[in-house]
Nanobody
Framework: QLVESGGRWVQAGGSLRLSCAAS????????VGWFRQAPGKEREFVAT????????YYADSVKGRFTISRDNAKNTVYLQMNRLKPEDTAVYYC????????????????WGQGTQVTVSS
């Protein structure tokens, strides 16, 4: 089970840190991805981190502004979001799959319920 938290309203230029907390002893073997979905748009890839934490990959739209990290001892993955823009407004989802990262939503087996991020101009 994955549970996201940390979403809220923020002004453009601000920062947020989202958390994805997982239950289960096998969390450390899972790659985790962050995706987002804005109203009327398809779900899009944001960032992913490998099970070991030594490999990350970002969408071009967030590269240099967002950072994904994980703490396997706490069964948690984080998404630090800086220099937020109104176009970052969306519901953010975390997802898990075994070992290796992917930017494709269909390759993930487990999903959280999402957390709303709203960035105002």
């Amino acid at each position: 089970q994955l549970v996201e938290s940390g979403g809220r309203w923020v002004q453009a230029g601000g920062s947020l840190r989202l958390s994805c907390a997982a239950s289960g002893r096998t969390f450390s073997t899972y790659a985790v991805g962050w995706f987002r979905q804005a109203p009327g748009k398809e779900r899009e890839f944001v960032a992913t981190i490998r099970w070991s934490g030594d490999s990350t990959y970002y969408a071009d739209s967030v590269k240099g502004r967002f950072t994904i990290s994980r703490d396997n001892a706490k069964n948690t993955v984080y998404l630090q979001m800086n220099r937020l823009k109104p176009e970052d407004t969306a519901v953010y989802y975390c997802a898990g799959r075994t070992y290796y990262s992917s930017s494709l939503a269909r390759e993930y087996d487990y999903w959280g319920q999402g957390t709303q991020v709203t960035v105002s101009s």
